[in-house]
């Protein structure tokens, strides 16, 4: 049987123990900024390199396409006690002169980031970065230094998944493809490496238009048909039917998919897509 003297020492020292741990445990305390963003692709950025010292608010929900989704009261409540609005400054960004208006913050500085072309491509991500970096050290100057050295190491990690990822294309030899894409996703694999004959709109209405493409596809032995998920799933599931090709369907914003709400997860998921569909 225990002694009660012996039992409560034990009890002390398990307070002690606990005491001792709370104080270690470390405690976030550094002072954030609010920053909102348009789309995931420029909160993905902002939050690698801001780190610490911002809070992320998105705007346009990643599945979504940016000219088409619905602004809600908590946005506009964001918005109101933000100091950075960071856009990417897509032409479907119409709604931003009127949200501005109504979350009434005097203290708010707008940026457009005016990066153009697709930010899934790695250079053009890159130069994504610096944008989002100029505009933290506009709104935060004192910890300018922080924000560049993020930078510098996300986009040496841009640059190292950059010749990855064209490693695995060249030895799937992609330049034998050839593929029928969304617009939206036909610069990007391009730049994978992909031969693109031909390309379709959000959605195909014009038989006419769909007919023509099916027939290149057919011409050109065709063997994979990519829509764009922040469009429509099925755009070109009837050409991609007619021809006998795959079709699959990729992101341009990191988060569209389940575990992708970096850009690097995003781009890899795409890769493995494109991978997976000309093995």
């Known amino acids: 049987m ?8 034990i009890v002390l020292s398990l307070v002690m123990t606990l005491v001792l741990l709370a104080g270690c445990t470390q405690v976030d305390d550094t002072p954030k900024f609010k920053v909102m963003t348009g789309t995931s692709l420029v909160s993905a950025i902002v939050e690698r390199v801001g780190g610490s010292r911002v809070e992320v608010f998105n705007l346009v929900p990643p599945s979504q396409h940016p000219g088409n989704f619905d ?6 409540l964001n918005l109101s006690t933000a100091k950075l609005f960071l856009l990417q400054g897509l032409p479907g960004e119409t709604y931003v002169d009127q949200l501005i208006a109504s979350a009434n913050n005097p203290n708010l500085k707008v940026v457009k980031a005016g990066v153009p ?3 899934m491509i790695p250079t053009i991500q890159s130069s ?5 970096l100029t505009a933290l050290m506009e709104v935060d100057p004192d910890n300018a230094q922080d924000y560049q050295a993020a930078a510098v190491k996300y ?3 841009i640059a190292d998944k950059d010749a990855e990822i064209r490693a695995k294309l060249v030895k799937a030899n992609v330049v034998s493809v050839n593929v029928i894409a969304s617009t939206r996703q036909a610069d990007f694999l391009t730049w994978a490496g992909f031969n693109v004959v031909g390309t379709f709109d959000d959605a195909i209405s014009l038989t006419k238009v769909e007919q023509d493409l099916v027939d290149k596809g057919k011409a050109n032995s065709v063997t994979l048909v990519v829509n764009n998920l922040q469009d429509s799933e099925d755009a070109g599931k009837g050409i991609a039917a007619s021809i006998g090709a795959k079709n699959i369907n990729l992101s341009n914003f990191p988060g569209g998919f389940s575990n992708t709400e970096t850009w690097i997860k995003a781009i890899d998921y795409n890769i493995n ?3 997976n569909a000309i093995k």
């Open 2 to 9: 225990f002694k009660k003297g012996f039992f409560i020492s």
């Open 71 to 76: 602004v809600k009261p908590a946005d506009i």
């Open 117 to 119: 072309g697709n930010w």
């Open 128 to 132: 994504a970065v610096d944008k989002v």
């Open 155 to 157: 986009k040496q990690t």
């Open 273 to 275: 897509l494109l991978l």
